[in-house]
């Protein structure tokens, strides 16, 4: 284990539960956005004269296949590359699973991403607030500790530095 890793998750979960949705919801619309500009621009093909969900592809696919052959008396089976015509294969067909299953994987991966990014955020607003709570509350000498890794670092000096500050001052009224 690390030395600067926490054995207990510390994160204000309503701010870490806003952030990460904030961040899928604007994902979300911007996969949905370019799900709807691909609609469109069929629909708009289709206005024009050009009807994209009528149109048929031939797709010539290659495969492998195992063929028996007899040589000198001897049967053997040998693999053969070869092509499969597919007809009518509509271009919808191809391109709406494509976009679909981009879209899912894009959101898989950006929920962990978010997830895992949303604690070096969440953490740090919540250890800030909990020390900024004891000053209030008239600790002295509180100073907020952040890892390495964490977002915020700036912020924390900065209050550190403000802290020591007002206790600088209270100290030089007493």
């Given at each position: 284990?690390?030395?600067?890793?926490?054995?207990?998750?510390?994160?204000?979960?309503?701010?870490?539960?806003?952030?990460?949705?904030?961040?899928?919801?604007?994902?979300?619309?911007?996969?949905?956005?370019?799900?709807?500009?691909?609609?469109?621009?069929?629909?708009?093909?289709?206005?024009?004269?050009?009807?994209?969900?009528?149109?048929?592809?031939?797709?010539?696919?290659?495969?492998?296949?195992?063929?028996?052959?007899?040589?000198?008396?001897?049967?053997?089976?040998?693999?053969v590359?070869?092509?499969?015509?597919?007809?009518?294969?509509?271009?919808?067909?191809?391109?709406?699973?494509?976009?679909?299953?981009?879209?899912?994987?894009?959101?898989i991966?950006?929920?962990?991403?978010?997830?895992?990014?949303?604690?070096?955020?969440?953490?740090?607003?919540?250890?800030?607030?909990?020390?900024?709570?004891?000053?209030?509350?008239?600790?002295?000498?509180?100073?907020?500790?952040?890892?390495?890794?964490?977002?915020?670092?700036?912020?924390?000096?900065r209050?550190?530095?403000?802290?020591?500050?007002?206790?600088?001052?209270?100290?030089?009224?007493?």
């Amino acid at each position: 284990m690390g030395r600067n890793k926490r054995k207990q998750l510390v994160v204000d979960k309503s701010f870490q539960l806003r952030f990460v949705g904030s961040f899928l919801l604007s994902v979300m619309g911007a996969l949905i956005i370019f799900t709807l500009l691909v609609g469109l621009y069929y629909w708009v093909s289709n206005m024009a004269g050009e009807n994209l969900f009528r149109e048929f592809i031939t797709i010539d696919r290659q495969v492998i296949e195992e063929r028996t052959i007899t040589e000198e008396g001897v049967e053997r089976v040998v693999k053969v590359p070869t092509t499969k015509t597919i007809l009518g294969v509509k271009r919808w067909e191809l391109i709406l699973p494509a976009i679909l299953v981009n879209n899912l994987i894009i959101m898989i991966l950006l929920t962990v991403f978010g997830i895992r990014y949303s604690h070096r955020i969440a953490g740090p607003v919540y250890r800030i607030n909990c020390e900024l709570d004891k000053v209030l509350q008239g600790k002295k000498g509180v100073k907020i500790k952040l890892r390495e890794k964490d977002r915020l670092r700036g912020i924390a000096i900065r209050v550190n530095q403000l802290i020591q500050r007002l206790d600088q001052a209270e100290e030089g009224q007493a």
